[in-house]
């Protein structure tokens, strides 16, 4: 009698299948249910339309910034008065190795127009707390406050958009060779 005899072994030498056929160790390594297909074409078209909907936003994320930028340095040259602003905090911030401090980073108030507004002061200078710093701030948006000097060495300029409009040629480009591929493939189809 057999020592297991309530279980068959289908992977011992010599072993048939209960039609008489040699088992295939094939199926021994294969998963359970349903068989997985895969669509290759279907996950390059996800992929390609995730990766043009990351460069579009990438696109316009980029131009709405440099629109912004050239707005705020447009507003402080037109705009810009000087304001007398109040040091309240002056915090250091720690370096690489965290023992040292590397940059301040102060905050200040002042008064434009019968309103009070809280700033932080540019610069990574430390500064004594209740001194005071001119800054440009422009009369469009009081919290947007520059050095003097800074505002003197910025320019708008249509540089900002050098690399959004070669980023939406490239997704321009991308999008109309899908567009012609699949149309061509469906010319093909019928």
């Given at each position: ?11 011992a ?30 996950v ?18 980029l ?13 402080l ?12 905090t ?16 102060c ?11 809280d ?51 490239v ?20």
């Amino acid at each position: 009698m057999p020592i297991n005899s309530g279980s068959h072994d289908s992977s011992a030498i010599g072993a048939t299948g209960d039609d008489g056929s040699q088992p295939s160790r094939q199926n021994d390594t294969g998963l359970r249910g349903a068989p997985v297909e895969f669509d290759s074409h279907r996950v390059k078209r996800i992929v390609t339309t995730v990766f043009a909907i990351a460069l579009a936003v990438l696109v316009v994320t980029l131009f709405a910034t440099g629109v912004r930028q050239n707005s705020q340095i447009s507003s402080l040259k037109n705009h810009g008065v000087l304001v007398n602003v109040k040091v309240v905090t002056c915090v250091g911030e720690l370096g690489g190795s965290g023992s040292n401090v590397s940059a301040y980073n102060c905050a200040g108030t002042f008064d434009l127009g019968g309103h009070s507004y809280d700033v932080t002061i540019a610069g990574s200078a430390f500064r004594t707390i209740g001194s005071t710093v001119q800054l440009l701030a422009a009369t469009t948006n009081p919290r947007l406050v520059a050095t003097r000097s800074n505002v003197r060495n910025e320019h708008a300029s249509v540089k900002v958009f050098i690399l959004p409009t070669l980023l939406l040629v490239v997704l321009l480009a991308a999008v109309t060779a899908t567009v012609v591929r699949r149309r061509r493939e469906l010319s093909k189809a019928l």
